[in-house]
Structures are given as C-alpha cells and as structure tokens.
C-alpha cells in the first residue's frame, strides 16, 4: 500500500477548502451585491424625476416587475384580482403604476379610465401592444397609427361592417356552419367544444378572407396557425425550444404560404377570374388611398394574419363559453331555442339566413352579450403615452404604458348590480351605462371584426341550438386566461340530437 503523508495532505486539503469558501463567500456576496445594484438603476430609470407625481404602486422586482403576480391570477380566471388587490393597497381607486416585463405602466381603473383612454386616442395616447405581438404580426393595422392606421381601418370596415353583412355574408356563413355541423358534430357522441369551434371558426375565416375551400388546403394552413398561436402571449425569449421561438418560425411559414395565394389572386384579377369584391383578399388588391397608394404584399400579409387570428380565436373562444353557460342554465338555453326556432319556421326547408334574421335574434345576443360581460375573451389592453399628462391628479410621463381592464370593469359590483348572477336581461333597452360593457373596446381603436364577430356568433348558434342539447363530461371546469379566457379542458360535451 502507498504511502500517504497525512500532514501533507491535511494542509492541501485545508488550502482547497479554503480557496472553495473563498469563491464560495465571493458568489454570494456577488449575487447580493448585483441585484442591489441593479435594483437601484432599475429604479432611478423607473422613477425618473422626484419632482414628477407619479401615481402610487410598486414597480416589483427588477426587470419583471409585476408580472408573476399577474399571470397568477389570469392562470386561476381571475384576472382582475390583481388589479382589485392593488388598488385596496395602494388606496387608489383611478389609477396605480405597475410594471410588466420591464414597462412602467399605469393602469386606469373602471368606466372613467376607459372614457379617457378611448377618448384620447392619438391625441395623448396610442395602441401598444408588448413586443411578442409586434415581432409576430409585423407591420399591420394594430401595429401602425396615425393617418396610415385610420385608412387600413377603414378598408378593413368596408368589408367587415354591417353594409358588407346586409349583402350576402350572413348566408355564407350559414353555408360553412350548416356543412361543419353536418361534419363535425352529427352522429357524434362526444365533443371537445374549444377544439372543434376553433376549427369551425378558423374555416370560416379561410372561406371568407381568402375563399379557401379545398379541406387539405385549410388544414394545413390550420396545422401551423394552432401552433403559432402558442407563442402570441408567451415571453419573448428567442431561441430553440421556446414557444416565441416556434412561434417566429412558424409565422414565416404561414406568411410563405398567404404570399403564394396573393400572387395567385393577383394573376386571377388580372385574367378576369376574379373579382374585387369575392373577398377580403381581393379587397385588399384592388382598394387604394386617396393618393392611390396601395397596400405592399407584406402589409396585405400581415393583415390577414392578424384577421385570422383575431376573427377566429376570438370567436371560437367566445362560442365556447356561450355553450358552457347554455349548459349551466336550461331556461336560458330553452329561451335561446325558442328564439331560433321562431326564425327557422318563418324559412322553407334549406333556405338560408339572412341578414333580417340575424336582427331578430335579439335575446340570443343579450345570451351572448352576459358570457362576454362575464368571462370577456380578452381581459384588456394596452396604450402608450405619447406626451405627459395629468390623470386623477397624478403625472403619466411619456412613454409609459397604459392599461384598462375589460374583466375588472365587468365584474365590479359598482357597474352591474348582483355582479356573478347570469342575467341577459342587463342588455335589454338601452343596456350597461356607458364604458361599463367594454368587449370590443371602445373609440377609434373599437375592434374592427365586431360586427363580423356578433353575426358568426349567432349563426353558429341558430345551428347548435336548434339541433342538439348538450350536458358536460367535466362539471364545473375551470376557466384560465392563457392570455385569453378557455376552459382548462376545451369544454368536453354529450350530444343529444333533437328529436325530429
């Protein structure tokens, strides 16, 4: 055995642990220190003059800020408790500072926040959206302002507004609802609601943007928008094996594909094989400003991008829980058929809806109008400062973020009375004082795809409800905001046909 000289060992053991304590006290003392450091830099750009009456709240921790807290709270459906919390803390009912992912942001508070923020648009304020939004969907309608956003805005309305669905879109859209029915729910046993609407709504989308109609086609457009979806609310970390990352690349590959059907489309007006007004594409080619700019093929682009994924998650999501809730309340439910089937006996078998119809499904959209009230599909948004300005007595310095608050609006006691109960009727005359019901927004930003929005709703439930019930596989499923409102499971459901 070899001889080992215990002194000598002892001593280099005892250099080795010594130098190990010293680097050891060294990372400690160093992750101490950097965050102090970068806490009080954080700060002092947070805070920027003393002299500046900033409203009260808190800026968190360095560089993320608030924003655990508030993805807590949307991960458990209630979004608004973070809003609700800060405001009891902080004694201010109008307004508090925030900050999400490194942006100072104010958040104004109920009817009056929403009053100013859609009544100073482009005047102090402007859309912001956080950069995942901006990176993915590029140079487009939500990303642009000033002049070039009021013209984009109203090339979008002349087809998605009411005079466009008074023509003949309201029979289309009965079309494709009638055939994904006859598809995808008849002779069916079980359902994944969230699941099949979104590929209901996302081949509605498809049929009218873009008259696609070929099944494979659609589908694998649908497979790469899923996933791209993933990546709209996520952090914007940029590289393998995030969902932005996927998200990036999948967006590239969708824009390949939509770029490909505009040089097509712009082949068959040319030729005479298609006209100017078969869709929003052709809408797109053919419309100009007063200056006869037309839009690029990446503006066209990134516009339908954003239509597809604004004109159909919402929707999808939003049919969803107007289903859940026709679940959870039968008298509503058999109110609602009532309703349509009214309408369907005033028709002779296979004709279509139209526009006439649609206006007299007026309890059906107050059902429609309490879901939304409730569980809005988008919990809020955001603007930026584009000067300073006074609010509530406090100072918001330019360049800050503003934020108002759909949900929290919705569920406060103080603008709709005994606020959890499910009552249709608050919609009924003249409905919610103003700029407490804000789903759509409000002002010059109020969302484009309303009216597209409300008339696929009530379609789609003319055609469910006059011919199925449902009850549910999963009682009392949870609701998260994963950014927008969904049941945790996609509303999994029993179908039970109507007797003829």
């Not at 808190?58 to 209630?78: D, H, K, Q, V, Y």
């Not at 940029?238 to 932005?244: A, L």
């Not at 058929?337 to 107050?366: C, F």
């Not at 759509?440 to 003319?462: N, T, W």
Request: aromatic share 12%.
């Amino acid at each position: 055995m070899e001889h080992v000289n215990l002194s000598t060992f002892t001593w280099r053991f005892s250099k080795s642990h010594k130098r190990i304590m010293i680097q050891a006290l060294a990372l400690i003392l160093l992750l101490l220190i950097v965050p102090y450091v970068l806490s009080i830099v954080y700060w002092n750009r947070k805070s920027g003059s003393n002299n500046i009456n900033l409203p009260p709240g808190s800026f968190g921790w360095p560089f993320i800020g608030e924003t655990l807290s508030l993805l807590r709270a949307a991960l458990n459906g209630t979004p608004e408790r973070f809003v609700r919390e800060r405001i009891k803390k902080h004694r201010s009912p109008l307004v508090f500072k925030t900050s999400l992912l490194g942006d100072s942001i104010a958040v104004l508070c109920g009817p009056a926040g929403n009053k100013f923020l859609f009544g100073n648009e482009n005047k102090l304020v402007a859309l912001w959206w956080p950069s995942p939004v901006t990176k993915l969907f590029g140079r487009c309608l939500i990303t642009i302002r000033g002049d070039e956003a009021k013209w984009m805005r109203k090339i979008m309305l002349s087809y998605l507004g009411p005079d466009a669905f008074a023509s003949h879109y309201a029979a289309t859209m009965d079309i494709v609802t009638r055939r994904h029915i006859q598809v995808h729910w008849r002779g069916k046993e079980e359902v994944n609601v969230y699941k099949t609407v979104k590929l209901f709504a996302f081949e509605l989308a498809c049929r009218l943007f873009l008259s696609l109609e070929e099944p494979n086609h659609i589908e694998k457009l649908g497979s790469l928008f899923y996933v791209f979806l993933k990546g709209v609310g996520a952090l914007p970390l940029n590289f393998p094996g995030t969902r932005f990352y996927r998200s990036k690349k999948l967006a590239e590959a969708i824009r390949k594909e939509l770029m490909a059907i505009i040089k097509e489309r712009r082949v068959a007006l040319k030729e005479g094989k298609a006209s100017s007004s078969q869709d929003l594409l052709s809408h797109f080619l053919t419309s100009c400003d007063e200056n006869g700019r037309f839009l690029t093929e990446m503006e066209i682009v990134n516009n339908i991008l954003l239509l597809l994924f604004a004109g159909h998650d919402t929707s999808a999501i939003s049919i969803t829980l107007i289903m859940k809730s026709l679940g959870e309340y039968p008298d509503v439910y058999d109110k609602v058929l009532k309703e349509q089937m009214e309408i369907s006996k005033g028709k002779v078998a296979g004709e279509m809806l139209r526009w006439e119809d649609i206006q007299k499904m007026r309890y059906s959209w107050n059902v429609a109008s309490e879901v939304m009230r409730i569980t809005p599909p988008v919990g809020g948004s955001f603007r930026e400062a584009l000067v300073d300005f006074e609010y509530a007595g406090y100072t918001i310095p330019k360049g800050w973020k503003l934020y108002w608050s759909a949900v929290t609006t919705h569920r406060d006691e103080s603008n709709f009375q005994d606020v959890t109960h499910f009552d249709p009727s608050r919609f009924e005359g003249v409905g919610p004082t103003p700029f407490t019901y804000v789903p759509f927004g409000g002002g010059p930003r109020m969302c484009v795809g309303k009216e597209f929005a409300r008339v696929e709703i009530l379609v789609f439930l003319h055609n469910i409800v006059t011919n199925f019930n449902w009850d549910f596989l999963v009682p009392n499923e949870k609701i998260e905001y994963d950014p927008m409102a969904t049941p945790i499971k996609g509303l999994p459901i029993r179908l039970h046909p109507h007797q003829a």
